[in-house]
Each structure stands twice: as C-alpha cells, then as structure tokens.
C-alpha cells in the first residue's frame, strides 16, 4: 500500500488527485509554492505573497499617499490625502502579483461597484473607481 503524499510545509497528508494535490490544513498546492485561496474561487497565490515589499506610490489619481494602514489578502489600503477636496481618504490597492490576474482585477472592480451602490451609516462610502498606471484601486472613506 502506498503511503500517503505529505506536504512539504506542515507535514499533513496530501489526498492527492480527490484534492486536485492540496494540502487540507494550509493549502499548498503539493509540488508548488502556490495556495489556493478559497475565497477567490479557486485562483491560486504565491505562498509567500505575505512578504512581498512594495514602495508605496508618492501619489495616487491626485491623492497624497501618507501611510499603509493595513494589508490583507487581496491588497493593501493606504491613508492618503484628497488635494483637491482637502480631505482624509483611504485608498485600497491589489497586491502586485494579483495585478495581472484578470478575473481578480474584474473581481476587484466589482467589489468597488456593489459597495458603491450602499448606503448606510455602517457601511464604507466608496468616493472613485480607477486604474493609475496599471495599478487599479478604490477611493474610499476613511
């Protein structure tokens, strides 16, 4: 009898092709460095996306970048500085690996849309919708 496939990362054994070669506990895709991310409809990520750095841009379709106020899976959201409005937003770009990965910038995109089309006091107002230098992000309350 052959004894089951263990994943390089955390040692759990790997069901093989009944799991398309997915480790059950943490989703590393076996052979591979990528995981799936079961929230993105099963697009993979590379597994260390989390240590990717990136300079923050300077400025951001006329937004003053002041500082990342977090990260999460998909991307990242910046405080910045409305010039021409003098207001406080926060602008949420995509990770840069995800940048290319059309159905996630589609995704992306029609996250900003439905959340454009709420209102109400708990709900985050989303002030624009845009795409500068291939870089697409969403302009929103802070």
Do not use: W
């Amino acid at each position: 009898m052959l004894e089951p496939e263990t994943c390089s990362e955390c040692g759990s054994p790997i069901q093989g092709e009944s799991q398309g070669g997915l480790c059950p506990r943490c989703m590393l895709k076996s052979g591979d460095q990528t995981r799936l991310d079961p929230t993105l409809n099963g697009a993979f990520y590379p597994s260390d996306f989390h240590t990717e750095a990136e300079e923050l841009p300077a400025t951001l379709s006329g937004h003053k970048v002041l500082s990342e106020v977090g990260s999460g899976g998909m991307g990242r959201v910046l405080l910045a500085r409305d010039e021409a409005l003098g207001r406080t937003v926060a602008i949420k770009i995509l990770h840069p690996h995800f940048r290319d990965h059309e159905q996630l910038r589609t995704r992306f995109m029609q996250e900003a849309r439905a959340m454009a089309r709420l209102n109400h006091p708990n709900i985050v107002r989303i002030y624009n919708l845009g795409s500068s230098d291939e870089l697409p992000h969403i302009v929103m309350e802070y």
